[in-house]
């Protein structure tokens, strides 16, 4: 996988994992974490990030439609590609850093996890539509799915987004699916406990953060 040109002094720093672990808490904490140490930064997410992104988001998960795992899939691509080019890669290329709340390995947990797709299919998309854009750091919350479910009830009661609202078999295939995807890529993935308190996970996640900020443990 590649990464665009002009990226001296960027990162590019993903948080992924399933429903309700905390990724856009995190996100926004290690945000603010990095600005304090004088650094310019972009917080995003996926799907969404630009208007064109933001509109596909809203398809995806705010509708009721039922989308077949191919249609689902290349929404999410065609997302991820006008989010690149919109945002990420001109971020980069100015030398700031992006931190981003999803990226490519939720289509891969989701749609080739939980869903029908192979990995190799996914990937081949997001070469297609996002010129392999992948992240210097993807940072891998995980808790207990009976921890997770607490969270989301209470986030969420029962209005959850079409995804979230999957059953629990889709959601464990899913983790499973990002276990296996950590494992397989060790110099990327830093698997994060995500329980405790949002200021605990924060700590772990920083302590991950240190080889990139020049930061002891």
């Keep these: 996988m590649e990464k ?48 064109g992104a933001e509109a596909i988001r809203a398809l995806l998960l705010d509708t009721n439609y039922e989308w077949g795992t191919r249609a689902e899939a290349l929404l999410f691509a065609a997302a991820r590609s006008d989010h690149v080019a919109g945002l990420i890669g001109p971020a980069l290329d100015r030398g700031d850093w992006v931190v981003c709340d999803r990226y490519i390995d939720s289509s891969r947990a989701y749609q080739a996890g939980g869903g029908e797709w192979s990995d190799d299919a996914i990937l081949s998309l997001h070469t297609l539509g996002s010129h392999a854009l992948m992240p210097d750091l993807t940072l891998l919350l995980q808790a207990p799915l009976d921890h997770v479910a607490q969270r989301l009830h209470l986030r969420d009661g029962d209005n959850s987004d079409r995804i979230g609202g999957k059953s629990a078999s889709y959601h464990k295939r899913v983790a499973e699916h990002f276990r296996q995807m950590a494992m397989t890529d060790p110099e990327r993935f830093v698997l994060v406990d995500a329980t405790g308190t949002p200021e605990d996970v924060h700590k ?14």
Excluded: D, N, W, Y
């Design 204 to 217: 772990r996640v920083m302590r991950a953060m240190a080889p990139l900020i020049g930061e002891g443990g």
């Design 4 to 51: 665009m040109a002009g990226m001296t002094g960027a990162r590019f720093i993903t948080f992924e994992g399933g429903e309700g672990v905390g990724k856009s808490t995190q996100a926004q904490m290690l945000v603010e974490a990095l600005e304090s140490r004088g650094l310019r930064v972009i917080q995003t997410r996926e799907p969404g990030g630009t208007p």
